[in-house]
């Protein structure tokens, strides 16, 4: 095995390692004693269920990882990516044809080996403690909807990239960063309206009451809101939450049907405005730009690995073509990508800090607030005693408890 095996190697083992150790360290941070601050909210015994619910998910977690992990390596160690190139060598001697077939064969194996565990999840555990509401016809329309759109827009975006990096020459890396940044945004502005209602209806909120206060709100802190919309979440799911997508003419706040059944009106106003915090803080912008620098950079290291003889060496490939190449230096990148998530991480959870900070000082709502919160952790079966480091490497928002004693400690 040469250095690029080593260092894909290293990766994948440092990564699996570090999250049954996180998973160890938070099973065993779990506390008997319901934590003061939520005894309002829940029950001993919902407390109870809540932590049967992280043990079950982490031991399943743990197996699953594991089990795909062994997987790897041992497709990876017999040959199995040269295996499935030479066939679609095989197929076709057209270049982008011989692409699709290879990343589709891939994609294909992934998903037939991912689904019984993504159905032992929904229909066992998800069930077990209250959360599915998915029915088997739902589950596979979900599935089948989401092929066809991985298809129509995920194929010709490979292929792009592809003629891209195989006619365009040595600055092709700054053409694909372009074509990105267009088709992000583009993405982005389709999305609420065209992408999402594939999955779910999204239906005006028409509970009057509630409308009333969320707009006037909107017109208080000059957030341009012509609607709100509720999703149907609850066809899938028990589990409730809100959250902002779009820009421009397509901005919208979309609540979980979920959410308004089991929030009062006041609730849910100081969750909205959590969201509404992170568009007046350029939290979103800001995002947008991070990615794209990081997809630049990204770009830009491909096209440095793409003619290395050793990278395709490391998989035991007999030739090089570009296709393979990008998904070995996406497994050979994930090591930059570890770090990496830990730093997003991070800035994430200083810009949720400020999100709550901008809701309570723009509502004047902490018991609301603090309330909401806690009636989410208890539906959502929350983990409220998180080991610190699982929380560092894994969380993107501040533990709930943190959440609580920080929006208590700001002055209104």
């Known amino acids: 095995m040469n250095i690029y095996g080593i260092i894909i190697l290293l990766t994948l083992l440092v990564s699996y390692f570090l999250g049954l150790i996180s998973d160890y360290l938070n099973i065993k941070n779990l506390r008997i004693e319901l934590p003061?601050?939520?005894?309002?909210?829940?029950?001993?015994?919902?407390?109870?269920?809540?932590?049967?619910?992280?043990?079950?998910?982490?031991?399943?977690?743990?197996?699953?990882?594991?089990?795909?992990?062994?997987?790897?390596?041992i497709f990876w160690f017999i040959g199995g990516f040269e295996w499935v190139n030479q066939l679609a060598i095989s197929i076709s001697g057209n270049f982008y044809i011989r692409a699709?077939?290879?990343?589709?064969?891939l994609s294909l194996l992934s998903s037939i080996i991912s689904l019984p565990l993504s159905i032992y999840e929904t229909f066992v555990i998800e069930q077990k403690y209250g959360f599915n509401r998915t029915t088997p016809k739902v589950f596979i329309t979900d599935l089948l909807k989401s092929l066809a759109l991985s298809i129509v827009i995920g194929g010709p975006i490979l292929l792009l990239i592809l003629y891209i990096f195989n006619e365009l020459g040595t600055i092709a890396w700054l053409y694909a960063w372009i074509a990105f940044v267009l088709f992000s945004l583009i993405l982005q502005y389709i999305y609420p309206t065209w992408i999402m209602p594939i999955f779910n209806k999204f239906s005006p909120l028409e509970d009057v009451e509630l409308k009333e206060k969320i707009m006037e709100y909107a017109k208080q802190v000059n957030f341009p809101l012509k609607n709100v919309f509720v999703m149907d979440s609850s066809k899938r799911s028990t589990k409730s939450n809100a959250f902002f997508t779009g820009f421009g003419k397509n901005k919208r706040i979309v609540l979980f049907d979920t959410l308004?059944?089991?929030?009062?009106?006041?609730?849910?106003?100081?969750?909205?405005?959590?969201?509404v915090g992170h568009y007046k803080k350029h939290h979103i912008t800001q995002g947008t730009i991070l990615s794209i620098l990081q997809t630049g950079i990204l770009l830009f290291l491909l096209s440095l690995f793409l003619d290395t003889k050793?990278?395709?060496d490391a998989?035991?490939?007999?030739?090089q073509p570009i296709y393979a190449g990008i998904l070995f230096f996406g497994?050979?990148?994930?090591?930059?990508?570890?770090?990496?998530?830990?730093?997003?991480?991070?800035?994430?959870r200083k810009n949720e800090r400020e999100a709550d900070k901008f809701a309570i000082e723009t509502t004047q709502m902490k018991d609301a607030f603090i309330s909401g919160l806690k009636k989410l952790s208890e539906k959502n079966l929350s983990n409220l005693t998180p080991h610190p480091f699982y929380a560092f490497l894994n969380y993107s928002h501040p533990p709930v408890s943190e959440r609580i004693q920080y929006i208590k400690s700001v002055k209104v």
């Not at 003061?36 to 932590?51: A, H, K």
């Not at 699953?64 to 997987?71: C, K, R, V, W």
């Not at 699709?100 to 064969?105: E, K, S």
Request: no cysteine.
């Open 36 to 73: 003061e601050d939520f005894r309002d909210i829940y029950s001993q015994d919902r407390y109870e269920l809540s932590q049967k619910y992280l043990r079950e998910n982490t031991r399943f977690e743990n197996l699953t990882g594991t089990f795909m992990l062994i997987l790897t390596l």
């Open 100 to 105: 699709l077939i290879f990343i589709g064969i």
């Open 260 to 275: 308004i059944a089991n929030h009062t009106p006041d609730e849910i106003l100081t969750i909205l405005a959590h969201e």
């Open 310 to 312: 050793g990278l395709y």
């Open 315 to 319: 998989f035991y490939m007999t030739e």
């Open 331 to 348: 497994m050979l990148f994930s090591a930059i990508e570890l770090i990496l998530s830990i730093f997003f991480n991070m800035l994430s």
